[in-house]
Nanobody, 124 residues
Framework: EVQLQASGGGLVQAGGSLRLSCAAS????????IGWFRQAPGKGREGVSC????????YYADSVKGRFTISSDNAKNTVYLQMNNLKPEDTFVYYC?????????????????WGQGTQVTVSS
């Protein structure tokens, strides 16, 4: 059974940084992608970034390019999302998910497993 544990959210001032972690267990697949998403209450979900285990390829939404960096520690089965120069509009609940396969089309991929969210709040 795949389980995902997202952590690292919090309250930060605009311009600050946070690093989110997504610890995964039960990943027995040869090829998978781990993605980060964000969502405000009552709003649609936005695909933020993903990384593929097969070749390390990455995807970033335009809204976070140059500010967010996704990385993985395969030994720890953990994917990180380093978020720099945070803005108030980055305030969301952030989720991580797993897709069995490779993808860079974060928003249209049918993600297979989801973790619980972690709240990120950026004050102005």
């Amino acid at each position: 059974e795949v389980q995902l544990q997202a952590s690292g959210g919090g309250l930060v001032q605009a311009g600050g940084s946070l690093r989110l972690s997504c610890a995964a267990s039960g990943l027995t697949f040869d090829d998978y992608a781990i993605g980060w998403f964000r969502q405000a209450p009552g709003k649609g979900r936005e695909g933020v970034s993903c990384i593929n285990s097969s070749d390390g390829s990455k995807y970033y939404a335009d809204s976070v390019k140059g500010r967010f960096t996704i990385s993985s520690d395969n030994a720890k089965n953990t994917v990180y999302l380093q978020m720099n120069n945070l803005k108030p509009e980055d305030t969301f609940v952030y989720y991580c998910a797993v897709y069995v396969g490779s993808t860079v089309r974060v928003s249209i991929t049918p993600w297979d497993y989801w973790g619980q969210g972690t709240q990120v709040t950026v004050s102005s």
